[in-house]
């Protein structure tokens, strides 16, 4: 019994091994331009976070920044209100035309079009309940 145990961790472990083998291997096959995007997003974040928790307005808090690929990860808190506060769509609906909306207008992002990176904003209450989340690929925006 015990050597069933030892076979299952070793099989999980070369299992485990074998991923992070693959994801090295994938990130290793990033093109010079997807590699350059990588370290600038990382490099926004690491700036965005040293400065983070900050207030957004009233009622939202930054909490951090995180990135993958070509995207760029808001994560939100509204301070004032719990998750089950909201009405889902209607909260969507709003963040839609403030924020969303407003991105490709937006020339401190011009760079962003350009590259094409997703934005994505993710909203949870007080309590750390998630609220919901949108994303806008800037490379939809037009390009001038």
């Known amino acids: 019994m015990k050597n069933n145990k030892f ?47 900050q207030m957004l307005d009233e009622e939202t808090r930054l909490d951090s920044v995180a990135t993958f690929s070509n995207y760029i990860i808001y994560n939100n808190t509204m ?30 992002l011009a760079e962003f079009i350009q590259r094409g990176v997703v934005m994505v904003y993710r909203y949870h209450g007080k309590e750390g309940n998630y609220i919901a989340e949108l994303a806008k690929d800037m490379s939809t925006c037009k390009k001038s």
């Open 7 to 53: 076979n299952t961790v070793s099989t999980f472990t070369a299992l485990a091994l074998s991923v992070l083998v693959g994801t090295s291997t994938a990130q290793a096959g990033q093109t010079d331009e997807q590699r350059s995007l990588s370290v600038d997003l990382t490099a926004a974040a690491k700036l965005v976070n040293s400065t983070a928790p």
């Open 79 to 108: 301070v004032n209100y719990s998750a089950s506060d909201f009405e889902v769509a209607e909260f969507e609906r709003q963040i839609q035309t403030i924020v969303i909306d407003n991105l490709c207008g937006n020339a401190a």
